[in-house]
Every structure is written in structure tokens, then in C-alpha cells.
């Protein structure tokens, strides 16, 4: 009877001290102290554009009719024409022709418009530059996985992940998975701690458009996928059995 209650006892004891070492992978942005005293910033210099990016320009001045012909519209609606980014970056727009956007802000491409539109228009003119696909992916260990478009072209990762309905339990706070593609075309794969507080420095915080989040399974689902929901009510019931000796135990004292 006592070798039982002891082996109860230290059955308990490794569950709580499993529980405690578990627990410290849960919480998001540890040690904030570290990133409050560090003065380190992150020096954020706008969306740029890429290829395949969707582009819509919008031209204004105190004079509609001479700002006409650079917004073009489409057939039936008042939508503004979109303009695709190709691979060498390049777009073409009425009366100016190919401009090269391709690793430009917003703002930089506003200001080439502008510069450009000086031979056509005597004053300077309002131009907006918009991204109509922004979007980012979140995939893996998520409430809802899915892509997303992003209206304000500004988001950072807690934000996707939020859209995506948070982490599930099985999923892994320290091996996050950013995959990003650049102005080259090529992916780039960065693993991401979100139990770090310093993530929040990190220049991949901030997302671009077209950026996928994939939050990687623990080993519990991977086991819990390959053993069957048999065996998981084998282990339940073994939990259970536990339980009942450890009470048992205590009242027979």
C-alpha cells in the first residue's frame, strides 16, 4: 500500500514539474524588461513594391479634366484601372508609359509620378499609390488558417496571427515559420520565438504583403496523430485509474 502512494506521489510530482517546464513555452514576449532597457529601434521604411504586386494610381488637381487622362477607369464601373507590377518591375501608365516601381515605397513612387507629371500638368498634382493584394498567409497550428487581406498595407506578426484566431495548443511559441519571397524572387525561411520579447525588434515583425506564417506542431499532436484516438483514451483512462488509487489511498489511512 505505501510502495503505491509512494509511486502515486512521484507520478504527481513529475506531472507538475512537466506541467511547470511546459508552461514556459506558453506565453508570448517574455522578459519584456530586456527589450524596455535595450536601445536598440526598428526603423521602419514602408511597404516596397514587388513583382506581381497590384497597383491602383490615383491622379488629382484643382483641375479634374487635365488630370483625366492618367486615370483610367474600368469599362462599366468607376473603379480605377489596376496596374501589375511585372517581373523586371516595370508598369505602364497612360501618357507616361513604363516606370520602373520595383523596390520603391509608396511614397517614392508618388513622388517619380509627380516628378514625371510636371511636363504635362502646371501644378503639382495629389497622386495615392495603393496595393489592392495585399495579403498574408497563415497556416499550421492555428484556430483558422487561411489568407488574409490586409486593407491598411500594415500588419506585424501577432496581428496575422490574431486574424488566424491564435495559436492552437499544440502549436510551437518558439519555432514559428516565415516564408518570404524578395525582390529576387527567392524565399527566404525564418524561424521565429514568439516566447522572446525581443522578437519585436526583429526586422521580420513587421510583415510584408505576401508573407505565409507557418506555426509548427508540438510533438503531442504528432504523436496524437500516429497513435489514434484509441490509445489517447487509453492513456485517459489510465489518468483516471490514478486518480482513484491516489483517493482511495488517502481515505484508508
Keep these: 500500500m505505501k510502495k503505491m502512494a509512494g509511486l502515486t506521489l512521484c507520478l504527481l510530482l513529475t506531472f507538475l514539474l512537466v506541467s511547470c517546464q511546459a508552461y514556459k513555452k506558453v506565453p508570448y514576449l517574455q522578459d519584456?524588461?530586456?527589450v524596455n532597457d535595450t536601445e536598440q529601434s526598428v526603423h521602419q521604411t514602408g511597404v516596397k513594391v514587388m513583382p506581381k504586386d497590384l497597383l491602383t494610381i490615383a491622379i488629382s488637381c484643382?483641375?479634374?479634366?487635365?488630370?483625366?487622362?492618367?486615370?483610367?477607369?474600368?469599362?462599366?464601373?468607376?473603379a480605377l484601372q489596376q496596374y501589375l507590377v511585372d517581373n523586371q518591375g516595370n508598369?505602364?501608365?497612360?501618357?507616361?508609359?513604363?516606370?520602373?516601381?520595383?523596390?520603391?515605397?509608396?511614397?517614392?513612387?508618388?513622388?517619380?509620378?509627380i516628378e514625371k507629371l510636371k511636363v504635362y500638368l502646371k501644378e503639382a498634382p495629389l497622386v495615392t499609390v495603393r496595393i489592392v493584394?495585399?495579403?498574408?498567409?497563415?497556416?499550421?497550428?492555428?484556430?483558422?488558417?487561411?489568407?488574409?487581406?490586409v486593407s491598411n498595407e500594415k500588419i506585424n506578426l501577432l496581428e496575422a496571427?490574431?486574424?488566424?484566431?491564435?495559436?492552437t495548443i499544440y502549436g510551437m511559441r518558439d519555432n514559428v515559420k516565415l516564408i518570404r519571397t524578395g525582390q529576387d524572387n527567392k524565399q527566404e525561411i525564418i524561424t521565429i520565438d514568439l516566447n522572446k520579447a525581443e522578437t519585436?525588434?526583429?526586422?521580420?515583425?513587421q510583415l510584408q504583403q505576401n508573407d505565409i506564417i507557418y506555426v509548427t506542431p508540438n510533438k503531442t499532436k504528432a504523436k496524437n496523430s500516429d497513435i489514434g484516438a484509441s490509445t489517447g483514451l487509453?492513456?485517459?483512462g489510465v489518468s483516471i485509474l490514478l486518480s482513484i488509487t491516489n483517493f482511495l489511498l488517502t481515505i484508508l489511512r
Design 161 to 167: 496571427l490574431a486574424m488566424a484566431g491564435d495559436l
Design 234 to 236: 487509453w492513456f485517459s
Design 62 to 78: 484643382s483641375t479634374p479634366e487635365l488630370a483625366a487622362p492618367f486615370n483610367l477607369v474600368n469599362s462599366g464601373t468607376d
Design 133 to 149: 493584394n495585399y495579403r498574408i498567409s497563415v497556416l499550421g497550428e492555428v484556430a483558422s488558417p487561411g489568407s488574409f487581406v
Design 32 to 34: 519584456t524588461a530586456f
Design 91 to 113: 508598369i505602364n501608365f497612360p501618357v507616361l508609359g513604363e516606370i520602373h516601381v520595383g523596390g520603391l515605397t509608396k511614397l517614392e513612387i508618388e513622388n517619380l509620378i
Design 200 to 205: 519585436v525588434l526583429s526586422p521580420y515583425y
